[in-house]
């Protein structure tokens, strides 16, 4: 099976992660690092394997374990529950703000100019306003990410996510994962299983898509899952769909955006229909990016599933109030509180952003440039590695302005979150190392509501990612980090 027992460096003998005295032997991280291989197949935490070419496209084809930490990763039970705390607030917080069509196209009118995709997506919502559309049945299955800035002491939000929030499934294995491995081993690392939270992300995610399908109420409608031609995190998403089938007996189809162009219609009634099932809940697991929309097959297909009545996780609204340059204008002064009436719920929301800057801001531009280590410069992308660090900030903000046009409002500036590194042991294709790391703790968010009816507003597990301190970018499907689970301290 793998070379991982091989491949061990002997100084992890000394790698004492509950801070235990006892020099632990190579022989016994082979053992741990084995077994946790063996569960992981076992237990579907697969990906599709990128040696195989077809891995992508056939399920039970070309599979690899995704990348984990070995065992989970310490965090204070306060950040934890200040992270916990804050997924129902911000639920609601993205369902206020999609309501406010004049916020979300006055606010990204300028970035529509210089982002063709923004700029689509904005087009449209312009044009469900003009049909007087409205979303009655609001589903969002979102993702708000963290860290924990070493130098304040400070829980911010790096992002949140309100498209194709991904892992629930497989980060909730990771959690098991380590349960398991800290069961049969925690003894000897000095850990207890019991402090790493349960994770029913998988569990309360189907159970929204399946509330959503009853509300819709059209018992022989289908859910739709919008994928990737190719995709090789499907198992994650297909933990899903067998949780949503096995438990809630609701069926999906999967279609990409151009086939849903090709075999879709919608009837006088609003009614959805793809490949002849009703579709009543469209959940997007593709969409994100400009790459999925290679032509305007995909964008007919995103307008038709927009102007159906089908309950679309996210509709184009939820899908634009989780852009960044959103996020940085609900930073503002005095923009949350239009939108949440409850102080203190104003002042959590607010404890947890961090810096965040739009560039037509002169004096701040001009202290990136002097110090670009401590900014991050964003554009409107989702899915990874699309963000610029270090010098090649300063050296964007040279160009964009030089330019002189509208370049610039294409990015947001964000204020450099530093978390406090620290030793793991990550395993990737078989093959372990131990580094430094950095984490980053995502928590699932799911909120379902009917007209003036909130059905659900809940925490819905988590996802630990961590990755090697130096790499800037953080995503597990890009190549940087590895799935992870919480050992609450
Ligand atoms: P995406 O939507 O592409 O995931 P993110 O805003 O989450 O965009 O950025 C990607 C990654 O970049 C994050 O997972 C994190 O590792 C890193 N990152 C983003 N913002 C910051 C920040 N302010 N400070 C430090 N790292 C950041
Ligand atoms: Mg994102
Ligand atoms: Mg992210």
Known sequence: MSRAPSSIPSQLAAWKPGGSDEVLSDEFFEKV???????????????????????????????????????PTPLPMSYWRQA????????????RVSLDAD??????????????????????????????????????LHRSDYMVDSETDMLYQIELNTISSSFPGLGSLVADLHRNVLGHYGQDLGLDSRNVPENPAVSQFA??????????????????????????????????????????GVASIRKTLAEIDAQGHVLPDGTLVVDGHSVSVVYFRAGYTPNDYPSETEWRARLLIESSSAVKCPSIAYHLVGTKKIQ??????????????????????????????????????????????????KPQREGGGNNIYGTDVREMLIKLRNEGNDGLAAYILMQRI??????????????????KTISELGIYGAYLRNKDKVIINEQSGYLMRTKVSSSNEGGVAAGFAVLDSVYLT
């Open 418 to 435: 530093f978390p406090k590194d620290s030793l793991s042991y990550l395993i990737r294709d078989g093959i372990s190392h131990t580094e």
């Open 84 to 95: 916990c705390e804050l997924a129902p607030l911000f639920n609601e917080l993205v369902d």
């Open 207 to 248: 159970k929204a898509l399946a509330n959503a399908w009853s509300e819709y109420n059209a018992s022989s409608a289908v859910v739709m899952v919008v994928v990737q031609g190719e995709e090789r995190n499907m198992y994650d998403q297909y933990w899903l769909s067998t949780v949503l089938k096995d438990k809630h």
């Open 328 to 377: 940085q204008e609900l930073a503002k002064p005095d923009i949350l509180e239009r939108f949440v009436e409850n102080k203190d719920h104003v002042a959590a929301l607010r404890k947890c952003f961090a810096g965040l800057w739009s560039l037509d801001n002169d004096e701040i531009v001009r202290t990136a440039m002097d110090k670009p280590e401590l900014f991050v410069l």
């Open 103 to 140: 916020f979300l196209q006055n606010s990204l009118s300028r970035t529509k100019k210089v982002d063709e995709f923004t700029g689509r997506l904005l087009e449209i919502h312009l044009q469900m306003l003009s049909l007087d559309k409205k979303e009655e049945i609001r589903l969002g």
């Open 33 to 71: 690092v084995s077994d946790a291989l063996v569960w992981s197949a076992l237990h579907g935490l697969v990906v599709g394997d990128r040696s195989n070419s077809r891995s992508g496209k056939v399920p039970g084809v070309g599979m690899v374990h995704a990348p984990f930490a070995l065992t």
